[in-house]
DNA sequence: ACCTGAACACCGTTCAAGT
DNA sequence: ACCTGAACACCGTTCAAGT
């Protein structure tokens, strides 16, 4: 043992090592942050977390990004980035049959990737999309599509709003059922407990009758296309 | 000046005087947790806050609400029960009438009520409406209705559901623009700068033909009745 | 049985440094 | 110009008390 007479503590605090000059940019920092959100979610993401795997001083990620919402709108540009290049570029189809394919090919996109999603259908603190350029050409493709079916440009560009906001309403409920770590498939009610399932349909003969047909998520692929068609039936109810 | 000659602290730490015995409960500290959220908004909501507004310690509050969310599922089952009090129940309608009127008034409620929004279309980490004896009274109420206008079981669960989806869909839109702070009354393109329009114009003239009608929400009050007039119709393309 | 503060591990962010 | 830790005001929650 040795004799520690000047009271110095025995434990040096270990400081890292200093990282070399241009080690750190945005762009590391974006695509870690993006790993992160991939492993855990939007919820999860940190400035500590993010530092530590990058293995960086917290503070040192503020001299890129000022705050943490800076950080965020960067990564929210990089997704509707993505979410724009991922989705498909149909032609030489019915209007009717263009949308049915261009909001499921929307709604994939979500589902199959929830970091897309939490950007642009869930979170609010994340400002909307910037009208950049790809967005609006694809906008004024879409909406000309509806006018040459025929609809007035304002019936044209509410039935896209129908569309698009019933497509992210499904998306927005699969997505929290989702976070909250639930089975997705799970229907609303106990189908299989049989004594439970005929008390509710003493009370509710209707939900007897229904009651394979209701999902915690709201909507199976096959509903969603069900709403979908619904809507495109109706816009087509409007068409002379 | 007073010599302090044994080191006692000047000033000695104010102890908050100790409340009495019966001061808290359940029901106060939900009382104060609503008024905290209808102030501010439910991301607002932090324990530290709810105990001072009630002039008790923090720690005060986990003797009756073990975690905060203890305390949200309390609040979710009040939202739960105030929301479908406040659904009227109307009758001696046609079925499409009737769902132009139960969704509008859903959709109303929302509006009117932040609280209720924050509760039952954006949060997550609350998990869903248990299937309470009113709320599944109500959902055979309205399936029934649809399957009384001629649509089969699975048709009239899917179509009560796409309504639904899309009429939480336009409410979530608008709170998240609320949540941000900016006027839900703006337009998506700045239609009163002429140069900026002449130039999306050339470049994207359905975007100018269309330019008036595209909000920030996606959905104004008429629009919200447009989308849901396509599926009513939708809807009723499949009755024989 | 009910109410309390101290304490802990987390946040986002600022600041005054170091190199 | 870039990287650093200490520090601050916030969280949710635990714990060992006090009455």
Redesign the pocket.
């Known amino acids: 043992m040795m004799s520690n007479p000047q009271a110095i503590p025995l434990e040096v605090?270990v400081?890292?090592?200093?990282?070399?000059?241009?080690?750190?940019?945005k762009e590391v920092i974006l695509a870690e942050a993006f790993r992160l959100c991939r492993e855990e979610n939007l919820d999860?993401?940190?400035?500590?977390?993010?530092?530590k795997r990058l293995?960086?001083?917290?503070?040192?990620?503020?001299?890129?990004?000022?705050?943490?919402?800076?950080?965020l709108q960067a990564m929210l540009a990089q997704v509707s980035d993505e979410f724009l290049q991922a989705l498909p570029d149909h032609s030489g189809l019915t209007w009717d049959e263009h949308f049915r394919r261009y909001f499921t090919d929307m709604r994939r996109i979500f589902l199959a990737n929830d970091v897309i999603s939490d950007f642009l259908v869930m979170y609010t603190h994340v400002s909307m999309i910037a009208p950049g350029g790809y967005f609006m050409s694809r906008l004024n493709r879409e909406v000309g599509i509806l006018m040459d079916a025929g609809l007035s440009p304002q019936d044209a560009t509410r039935g896209y709003q129908a569309m698009s906001t019933y497509t992210t309403g499904t998306v927005q409920k699969i997505r929290q059922v989702r976070l909250r770590g639930e089975n997705p498939n799970l229907k609303m009610f106990p189908v299989d407990d049989l004594p439970v399932m005929s008390a509710i349909g003493a009370e509710y003969p209707n939900l007897l009758l229904t009651s394979e047909f209701w999902h915690r998520t709201y909507s199976t692929d096959v509903d969603y296309e069900f709403g979908l068609n619904r809507i495109i039936e109706g816009l087509r109810s409007l068409i002379p």
């Open positions: 605090p400081r890292r090592k200093r990282n070399p000059r241009g080690s750190l940019n999860e993401l940190s400035m500590p977390k993010l530092a293995g960086v001083g917290v503070t040192s990620l503020y001299w890129y990004f000022h705050t943490k919402d800076e950080l």
